[in-house]
């Protein structure tokens, strides 16, 4: 029914990239709000598919990439957000991504085994989420990077 009063309002849902594990229970939160797209991780490691990938998408979900930078970041007027479902943000630019009004964020060491990864899966989309204003934490997500962005809403001025 959302879809549909969406369509005849002429509106669309962001579209968001997510490079990593795809667990139903991540897809079924980021649905409510957004159009998912999975690419293999892998893929994304080499920079032109990670471009391609990312045109007019308005955030990323990924647990690694090929790099985060100003030249990649200039291609993509609407990357809203960089979600690194890791606690490692080495290959993201945050200078970069805040400069371009880009929301970086990573994701506690919850451990190695499946179950963190998971854990850690379903805090970057409660980072997406809340970088578009949605959720509990609506334009506060709790893991953002770049602290100068915080409150990028308005909400707090």
Known sequence: MTDLRLSLAGLRRHPVLLAG???PEVLSRLARFFEVEVADDAMVLDRAVLGARLAGKSALM??????IDAALLQTLP??????????DHADVDLAACSRANVMATNTPDL???EPAQRQMALAAAENVIAVFGFGRAAGH?????NADLRCALGCCY
């Open 141 to 145: 997500p709790p893991d953002l990077l």
């Open 78 to 87: 609407h990357l809203k957000a960089v979600c690194k479902m890791t606690a």
């Open 111 to 113: 451990g190695d085994g």
């Open 62 to 67: 990924a647990t690694r990439t090929a790099g």
């Open 21 to 23: 594990p795809a667990y």
